[in-house]
């Protein structure tokens, strides 16, 4: 199954075969190869999600707050995880 990540989508749920929501046209591929699989959690300023990478897994953070300092925090968590050894960032 593949989730759609669009806020205003009313019907997450996709087959694995397609390209495009079948609810509300948005891309499911993302950058061309992230595929969303299953939704993780969701904190105050972002969504977390669980994304295959040709059979990979990877995690996607989504920031869902516009404002200063959730952008901020957001930032400086990305930062973290990019000197990470263990994880490999998504670009």
């Known amino acids: 199954m593949s989730l759609c990540i669009n806020p205003n989508c009313q019907n997450t749920d996709n087959p694995d075969n397609l390209l495009r929501c079948q ?12 595929r969303v699989t299953r939704a993780i959690g969701q904190g105050g300023f972002a969504r977390t999600f669980e ?3 040709s059979g990979k897994l990877k995690i996607l ?4 707050l516009n404002q200063a300092k959730a952008v901020s925090l957001f930032q400086q968590e990305a930062e973290v995880l990019k000197r990470s050894q263990s994880l490999t960032p998504l670009s």
């Open 23 to 34: 609810s509300c046209g948005s891309e499911l591929l993302l950058e061309g190869c992230y």
């Open 51 to 53: 994304v295959s990478d």
């Open 61 to 64: 953070k989504v920031l869902i």
